[in-house]
């Protein structure tokens, strides 16, 4: 069954779309990613500098085993790729380079956390 049409969400734009999350056609949601990734501050600047590089490095290959922590919990083997902040850098920054604020997550686990923690902040 097709999803109805409906009107793109920015003004002005006289195309249609499915997408009921975004609201966006494709070409004004593309629009609408390239401006976010032009407006956001580097990784530099946001706290994950060489210093981070090397604890999420270390922490990935010693404490997590390369294994995704979540899925590894509920039984299931799974490489992990990413390393979380507990507490988001953006809240507090001196614990960015803390073991015990870092979890060791496959992408799919990595995107539910923050899923999670912005469904929780709303």
């Known amino acids: 069954m097709h999803k109805p049409f409906k009107a793109c969400a920015r003004p002005g734009c006289p195309e249609v779309t499915t997408d009921r999350q975004s609201g966006y056609c494709p070409r004004c949601k593309q629009k609408m990613a390239r401006k976010y990734d032009n407006d956001r501050a580097s990784s530099n600047q946001r706290g994950y500098d060489y ?11 010693s404490y997590a085993k390369g294994l995704c922590e979540d899925c590894y919990e509920k039984g299931e ?14 809240e507090d ?6 073991y015990n604020n870092m979890r060791a997550l496959c992408r799919e686990c990595h995107d539910a956390a923050h899923r999670g923690t912005k469904d929780s902040m709303e």
């Open 51 to 61: 210093m981070w590089q090397a604890a999420r490095a270390h922490y990935l290959k």
């Open 77 to 90: 083997l799974k490489a992990a790729q990413q390393v979380h902040h507990i507490v988001p850098i953006a």
């Open 93 to 98: 920054k001196t614990k960015r380079l803390e």
